[in-house]
């Protein structure tokens, strides 16, 4: 016992030894605006308006910008200076500085350009164009419901199982480059029978069985069993596999769920975001999937064996994005 009193003692001067204070302030670089946009056709153009901060601050309060200046573009000519406005976000809770226009909305074809000043940062400048919508047809939602009952106490149960899948049909544009994105929520009923509420969530379906989506994994992700496909904040991808064709999508997912007899049972509800979307903000959507959602090799990356994901920003002078999209919407009941 005493042998092993004097090895941990021993031990506590040699790691005490290895501690080192070290000072990162002459790194601190100087702050930069951060601009994020996406110009949605037919919707009022909004710019949110940040900050950048040091990785060493352990505290980060007040990153969005007030008091700037940030004049709006339409094909080349001056439109107005947007109006800044602050909005509350429940989730997480805090305020953001927003700089909405007071009548533009953009349209298909637009080249929009955004610059913003603010005493304290090297201005900035970011452009991008507003795609076409999709154009998309034979929207089909199919579900397979089984229901199994059991009793317990004095009530009874049913689970409910569901394969849920979401088809659609794009028509892509031939001879050019085109990107889309899609996102997936499911919206959660509570409230009386006579006035139900929904409140809704991201989730995720099953996007690695689409050949389109499976193909985002890398080779090394497929040795090492990295076979899962990210997108639960949205999934950009491109028309490599289908450039100027038609092309069938279907995506699946599947849940399972128990009630009782005596409640009333309300079925979910079900949305579909489908954009598309210009080339940058495709980039900035890929650079991000990567960093959140990457298999093998963001694991390596994180350990400092592979390069980080750089995120991909069209904003000179600062950093962010200021991307283009229309976007094509359905919502669907459960059975």
């Not at 909305?105 to 005493?119: C, E, F, V």
């Amino acid at each position: 016992m005493r042998y092993n009193f004097c090895v941990l003692v021993l031990l506590s001067f040699v790691l005490s030894g290895c501690e080192k204070e070290i000072n990162l302030e002459h790194m601190r670089p100087n702050p930069k605006l951060v601009l994020n946009c996406l110009a949605v056709q037919g919707d009022t153009l909004s710019v949110e308006l940040s900050r950048t901060w040091f990785y060493a601050d352990n505290k980060v309060q007040d990153i969005f910008v007030s008091d700037a200046d940030v004049k709006l573009y339409v094909n080349d000519v001056f439109r107005e200076s947007l109006a800044e406005t602050t909005v509350k976000y429940e989730n997480p809770d805090f305020d953001a500085v927003l700089y909405k226009s007071s009548f533009y909305m953009p349209a298909a074809g637009d080249r929009i350009r955004l610059t913003a000043s603010r005493k304290g940062f090297k201005n900035i400048e970011a452009v991008t164009e507003v795609p076409r919508p999709c154009a998309v047809s034979d929207f089909e939602f199919e579900q397979e419901s089984v229901r199994d009952t059991s009793e317990w106490w004095d009530d009874y149960y049913i689970h409910l199982s569901q394969k849920n899948t979401l088809c659609f049909t794009l028509h892509d544009e031939p001879g050019e480059e085109n990107y889309y994105l899609i996102y997936f929520r499911r919206g959660d009923a509570w409230g009386e029978k006579d006035s139900l509420r929904y409140s809704w969530f991201s989730f995720r379906p099953d996007y690695g069985s689409e050949p389109v989506f499976a193909v985002q994994n890398s080779a090394l992700d497929q040795i090492f069993g990295y076979d899962g496909v990210g997108g639960y904040n949205g999934l950009a991808f491109s028309d490599e596999l289908f450039d100027g064709k038609s092309y069938r999508f279907k995506i699946p997912w599947e849940i399972s769920l128990s009630y009782t007899l005596s409640t009333d049972y309300n079925p979910y509800k079900y949305r579909c975001y489908l954009y598309s979307i210009s080339r940058s903000y495709y980039n900035y959507m890929k650079t991000m999937n990567d960093l959140y959602e990457s298999g093998f090799v963001g694991d390596l990356a994180e350990i400092g064996f592979a390069e980080p994901v750089r995120i991909y920003s069209n904003v000179e002078g600062g950093t962010g994005i200021l991307g283009g999209g229309c976007l094509e919407f359905r919502e669907f009941t459960s059975d």
